[in-house]
Every structure is written in structure tokens, then in C-alpha cells.
């Protein structure tokens, strides 16, 4: 059974970088996501990764700004957030799609979620 644990949240001034880490432990072959949810709105898809890597989609709100990758030697998926602003300001978690074979950006295809990192941006 696959368990996910997202770190390296925190508060950063707009404009600043940020980069989240989601361990993943389990079984490893899966697509992995990020998604976020700001307060009063609902989880929104953010980026996802392939297990080979090869195929990788961004919301347009992040495109540009963030960089979804992983290392499967360590387990480990990662976003990069570089020029942050306060509309990026949310709970954001992991999320893994166990199915193999399909690369997707819809909330409900996944099925193991991480507990969620926080990240604040202030101007």
C-alpha cells in the first residue's frame, strides 16, 4: 500500500522559491501529482509526473513558474516553486494514481493522498 508524505512548506515573501518534497513509500509505479487548496476554494490540479518522467503537464497557472520531477531511486517526487505569489498561497499535497498507464490531471483518478504542506506567500 502506498503512503505519501509531503515536506518543505513554509512562508516566503512574493517572488521567492520554495521546493516541496513527497516521500513515497510502497508501491512506487504510479503517476504522482501536486495539487493545492487555497482557503475558501477547492483542490485544483497543479502538476503531474509520470513514473518514467517522461510526461509531465502543469496547470496554466503554474506554468513557467513551477518544475515537477522525480527520483525514483530515492522515492521521492519534487516541485520546485520559483517566483511565488500570493495567489500560490495554499495546503498543498501529493497524490499518487496506482493505476498504471495514464498520466492524468483529474482530482478523482487519484487514489493515495499525503497529509498536505502549507505554503504561505505574503507581499
Known amino acids: 500500500q502506498v503512503q505519501l508524505v509531503e515536506s518543505g512548506g513554509g512562508s516566503v515573501q512574493a517572488g521567492g522559491s520554495l521546493r516541496l518534497s513527497c516521500t513515497v513509500s510502497?508501491?512506487?509505479?504510479?503517476?504522482l501529482g501536486w495539487f493545492r487548496q487555497a482557503p475558501g476554494k477547492e483542490r485544483e490540479f497543479v502538476a503531474v509526473i509520470s513514473w518514467s518522467t517522461i510526461l509531465s503537464y502543469y496547470a496554466d497557472s503554474v506554468k513557467g513558474r513551477f518544475a515537477i520531477s522525480r527520483d525514483n531511486a530515492k522515492n521521492t517526487m519534487y516541485l520546485q516553486m520559483d517566483s511565488l505569489n500570493v495567489e500560490d498561497t495554499a495546503v498543498y499535497y501529493c497524490?499518487?494514481?496506482?493505476?498504471?498507464?495514464?498520466?492524468?490531471?483529474?482530482?478523482?483518478?487519484?487514489?493515495?493522498w499525503g497529509q498536505g504542506t502549507r505554503v504561505t506567500v505574503s507581499s
Open positions: 510502497g508501491h512506487t509505479y504510479s503517476t
Open positions: 497524490a499518487a494514481d496506482t493505476k498504471i498507464g495514464r498520466t492524468t490531471q483529474n482530482l478523482s483518478d487519484y487514489d493515495v
